[in-house]
């Protein structure tokens, strides 16, 4: 093999200084936001060097660091700037991050639109033991992200994805949506409807696409005389999912079924049903997903797939200590089940 064949070393703090005509020390200021040791320019000139050396901080020394490396990063791709809002990415943070707390672990989270994530602090200056992420957005942008983050050399755990086999460090956790699209679609067609509706937002989840195909496949199992509508909401917001389900009504005749993509989206959808003086579930069921507190409030009561969520971020959390402390992921893929729960909208 040709010297010019060889991999490329990966850059050191050394290398940075040496580019930018500094000390590593000044380097070192730069990275941990030490800046008042550094003059603006100076910083300039060590940032500079830094992105034309693709200088990443590694974890291959943890031991010699312990201390700076009890840190996992959660990488959430979303363009909602309200992404800690949501109620899933809520239960799946928390689940993981009491289980990184018990073991002095911390967690850092940074949310960002896959377009930022290139210059992001959490990819550009990390000192983190492994990656945790969610990623939402179309598939081939999907992939792409967690293909960035696993060129990171670093163990990651993604949530709500598969992951590609020819990545050994990259573990997948996951909850059964597939089964649940299922359900749901078994649960309807075995009450006779067959115009099913189902209300997605406008940004595309790998969870929401595994619940639309599980309950296409109830209806091809079933002989495939139902037909399943996708009706695209702007957003996942109460008014964007009231205007779709309105100008959809608008137009066409009701459907026997609404399902929502998940609970919000579905009671948003049953609010305006009875505003218009629909019945639910006279004229119109009514499903959604997740079964989060928000069902709860409902009248009629909700029915949904409960939702392991809480658990997911625990198995996460697990999976990176184990995988931390063995060198290893000792499974690749962990699905949860989901369960269903039949409410009075049904």
Partial sequence: MGVEDRPKARATIKDVARAAEVSPMTVSNVLNGRLQFVSPATRKRVEREIERLNYRRSTNARNLRVAEQRSIGMVIVDESPTFLADFFTCQVVAGLANVLNGADYTLTIQGMAASALEQSMILKNYEVGGFCAMVAGPAEQRRAVIHRLAELD????????????????????????????????????????SELLMVVPGQDWPAIENRAAGISDSIAAAGGEARLTMLRAKSESFADVQAAVASYLDQHPLPDAVIGANDPIAIAAMLLLNDRGVSVPGQVRVVGFNGFDAHLYSRPHLTTVLSPAYALGERAGQAM?????????????????????????T
Avoid: M, N, Y
């Avoid at 060198?327 to 369960?339: I, M, N, S, T, Y």
């Fill in 154 to 193: 670093q163990p990651l755990v993604v949530f709500q994805a598969s992951v590609d086999g020819e990545k050994p460090d990259v573990c997948s956790v996951r909850q059964d949506d597939r089964g649940g699209g299922r359900l749901i679609g078994d649960h309807l067609l075995a009450r006779r409807a």
């Fill in 321 to 345: 200590l184990d995988r931390l402390r063995d060198g290893h992921f000792a499974r690749r893929d962990h699905l949860l089940p989901v369960v269903f729960e039949q409410g009075f909208t």
